[in-house]
């Protein structure tokens, strides 16, 4: 919108850059273009402003498909007044000159005309098709035929109107409808997650299958390791106990000639032993012997008092242990009576050398 201030019945005008001013002064252009800046006299001045910056006009429609389905269409077309001076002779773009609001709305004729003409195209072409095949194709084709008929459109190119881009951005069916076409979708998706979920549990189950295979497996090996591993000790044992036996038979046998060489050894020498003892048992009788004839010779030769004492000798070497001796007097008189007869004496002597020789 032009910025209008007042000074003594004078009018200036400023516009925007984007905004083109068409001033006519007695029906004669007096300013034309964009941005301008200018004075006037409001009662002489017929100003229209026409936008020249691209705009955007939003439109929703409702249509019905082939097989008489409702749908809803939400599309956005940008277009631009490329002939501003056009676009002011066909259309009312004036303007106040006290305060610069437009007179009429000349945009929303624009859009008006932009819808219907949108509308009508769009219609023709969802009225020949289907609803599933609306809903799968349905943006792109309904854009498509809506760029091209507003292309085409010989009214809009002689207002000085360029249509520069359509989106559309949604075609829905109803919401009972969409409903019902969700649901075969979402029970496919559903179905897809069901399988999902049985596939999951049949490779869990799977895995735990092979799990418990290689679990049977290992104890299947383990007790075969087992086995073998008592079979070894069994032969290392009964290897052992051979070894064992080998050795005691030889340290038996080893035992036994060491015993027999010793019981050959201890034979020998108690046989030589026996001769030594023998002879020297022999020797000992026959030194016993001599001694004995010489004892004999000695008493044969010594007189009777020496035997006589002798025999004394012998006789108290074997006596009991004498501790004292009561001497009456009828013992002394008798032994010195004996002493003193030397017939008896030399009797007694003779007869005590006479035993002597048998003991």
Known sequence: MADITRRLGFRHLRS???????????????????????????LTAAISEVPAEDRELAMMFHARTADFQDLAVQATVTYRISDPAVAATRLDFGIDPDTGVWRSEPLAQLGTLLTETAQQHALQLIARSPLADTLVDGVTTVRERIAEGLSAEPRLAEIGLTVLAVRVTAVRPEAEMERALRTPARELVQQEADRATYERRAVAVERERAIAENELASQIELARREEELVAQKGTNARRDAEQKAAADAVRTDSEAARRTRLAVAEAEAAGTMAVQQAEAARALGEAKAAAEAAWLTAHQQVGPEILQALALI???????????????????????????TPAAGAGTAGAGGAEVPGR
């Not at 012998?314 to 003193?340: C, F, K, Q, Y």
């Open 16 to 42: 925007a850059p984007t905004s083109h001013i068409r001033h006519l002064r007695g029906g004669q252009v007096a300013h034309e273009g964009t941005g301008l800046a200018f004075w006037f006299r409001p």
């Open 314 to 340: 012998r006789l108290a070497e074997h006596l009991p242990r004498i501790d004292s001796i009561t001497l009456t007097p009828d013992v002394l008189t008798g032994l010195l009576t004996r002493l003193s």
